[in-house]
C-alpha cells in the first residue's frame, strides 16, 4: 500500500476513538472529503464493518461520490482489493462494505429503509447541512448498533447557521467552540480549512480565497473558514430587532398558521403603527401536534374575541374554531401573494417582543431560494406565515378594523 499522509487534525479517528460521534466542519478546499474518504476506506481494512455512507440526496452515487472513492483508491495502490459497484464498494480481503444511499430520494423519504440495513457500524451524514430534520438523524443514528466493532456517526459538513440543530446539539449545549479540534466531552471534532490543504489547491483557487478574505468577510469567515453564520446567507428580512411590544396601546389582531406532526401550529399577534413604519410582533404559539380543541383553548385563552387571520388552505378547521366561538377568518391567496405579503412587511420596522425566539430564528433564516430571485424557500416560516396573512388583511385594502 502505498503511503498516504493526512492531516494531524484527523488524528481522533486514526488513533481508534471510542467515542461514538466525530464532526468534520470545514470551508471550501479544505480537504473534507479527502480525509473521510482515506479513513473510510482504512476502516474497511477491518473486518466486520458495515459503513452506511449517506446524504440527504443523493441521486447517483455512481456519478457524484464513488469516483472520489475510485480515486483514493489507485492513489493508494489498493485496485485489486475493492470491488466497486454502483451502490457499494466492498473490500475483498476484510468483507467490509461501505454503502451508499440517500436519505431522500425521488422515490421519497427512505428513513426507514435505512434503519432496516443490518450490522451497521459506522454511520456517515456527508453535507449534513442540508438536513435539518434532526428526528430523521436520530431514528438512523440509534439503528447502528452492532456488536461486532465500536458504532461511530460521522457528521460532515459547511456550516451554515448557529439555528442549525447540529450546531446547537454539538456545540452550543455542550460549550464547544466553533473551529475546534480534538476529543471534547466524548465527542470528536475535526475542523480544517485551505490553510491546511496549501499543497492541494492551485494558487488560482488561494488567490479567490484570499481575494474574497479583501471584498467579502462575512462570506470569507462562513463559506472559507468554515464558521457559523449568525443568520442565513441571503435572508429576506434584516429590518427588524427586539424591542417592547405595542408601547403605544394599538390594537392587537392575530395571525395563524397551521401544522401538525412536523410542521408548527402557531399564533402571532401584531400592532401596527402606520404613521411611524412599525410593526410590533409577539409569539403566542409554536407548537406541533395540536388538535381542533386545543387550538380553540389557546386562541379563546389568548386572542378572546380579537380577529384572528389564518390559513386559507385549512377551510375546515377555521369553519371548527369559528363554531367553537373564535373571531376567526381566512387570509386571502392568490398568484403573487407571498412576494407581495413580504413586500409589505420589508417595507416596515418589524419590532419583536423579546420572548419570541422561533419567530426570531425565522427572520435570521428566512432566505431567497437563489441569489437574484424573488422565490423563498419553502422553510422557517411558519410563524412568518402567520405574521403574513394577518399584516396584508389590514395593509392590503381587505381590512375594514381602522390602523394607527
Known amino acids: ?84 459497484t454502483k451502490t457499494e464498494i466492498i473490500n475483498k480481503q476484510s468483507g467490509s462494505k461501505i454503502l451508499f444511499r440517500g436519505i431522500k430520494t425521488s422515490s421519497g423519504d427512505q428513513t426507514a429503509n435505512l434503519k432496516s440495513i443490518q450490522g451497521v457500524t459506522t454511520f456517515v451524514i456527508e453535507e449534513a447541512e442540508e438536513l435539518v430534520d434532526e428526528s430523521i438523524f436520530d431514528k438512523i443514528d440509534l439503528s447502528v448498533r452492532s456488536t461486532k466493532r465500536d458504532n461511530r456517526s460521522i457528521i460532515v459538513m459547511n456550516p451554515t447557521t448557529k439555528e442549525h440543530w447540529i450546531y446547537k446539539r454539538f456545540f452550543e449545549s455542550k460549550g464547544v ?83 401538525f406532526k412536523n410542521d408548527a401550529n402557531t399564533l402571532v399577534g401584531v400592532a401596527i403603527d402606520k404613521s411611524k413604519k412599525l410593526i410590533y410582533i409577539k409569539e403566542h404559539l409554536y407548537k406541533t401536534g395540536l388538535n381542533t380543541h386545543d387550538l380553540y383553548v389557546i386562541n ?49 420596522e418589524l419590532v419583536l417582543e423579546s420572548n419570541s425566539k422561533n419567530i426570531a430564528t425565522e427572520l435570521n433564516n428566512y432566505a431567497y431560494a437563489d441569489k437574484g430571485s424573488n422565490l423563498f424557500i419553502d422553510d422557517y416560516n411558519h410563524a412568518l406565515d402567520a405574521l403574513r396573512y394577518i399584516t396584508s388583511f389590514h395593509l392590503m385594502g381587505s381590512s375594514r378594523i381602522e390602523v394607527r
Open 177 to 259: 467552540r466553533s473551529g475546534s479540534n480534538g476529543s471534547i466531552n466524548g465527542t470528536n471534532y475535526i475542523h480544517t480549512t485551505y490553510l491546511d490543504n496549501l499543497s492541494n489547491l492551485s494558487q488560482g483557487v488561494i488567490d479567490t480565497m484570499e481575494q474574497m478574505k479583501l471584498n467579502d468577510v462575512e462570506n470569507y469567515n462562513n463559506v472559507v473558514l468554515g464558521g457559523w453564520r449568525a443568520k442565513a446567507e441571503g435572508v429576506v428580512f434584516t429590518n427588524w430587532r427586539f424591542g417592547e411590544f405595542n408601547p403605544d396601546g394599538l390594537q392587537v389582531t392575530y395571525g395563524q398558521d397551521y401544522g
Open 300 to 348: 379563546n385563552k389568548v386572542c378572546g374575541r380579537d380577529l384572528i387571520v389564518a390559513d386559507s388552505a385549512e377551510p375546515r378547521l377555521i369553519s371548527e374554531l369559528s363554531s367553537k366561538g373564535n373571531n376567526i377568518r381566512a387570509c386571502k391567496k392568490g398568484p403573487g401573494s407571498i412576494s407581495a405579503g413580504v413586500s409589505i412587511l420589508q417595507s416596515y
Open 1 to 84: 500500500m502505498n503511503s498516504v499522509k493526512l492531516h494531524p487534525k484527523y488524528e481522533p479517528l486514526l488513533m481508534g476513538s471510542h467515542n461514538r460521534y466525530s464532526i468534520v466542519t470545514g470551508g471550501r478546499g479544505s480537504g473534507k472529503s479527502y480525509g473521510l474518504t482515506v479513513f473510510l476506506l482504512l476502516l474497511s481494512m477491518e473486518s466486520d464493518h458495515v459503513i452506511l455512507f449517506t446524504r440527504y440526496t443523493m441521486t447517483s452515487a455512481q456519478i457524484s461520490i464513488i469516483p472520489e472513492f475510485l480515486e483514493k483508491i489507485e492513489l493508494l495502490g489498493l485496485e485489486s482489493m475493492f470491488h466497486v
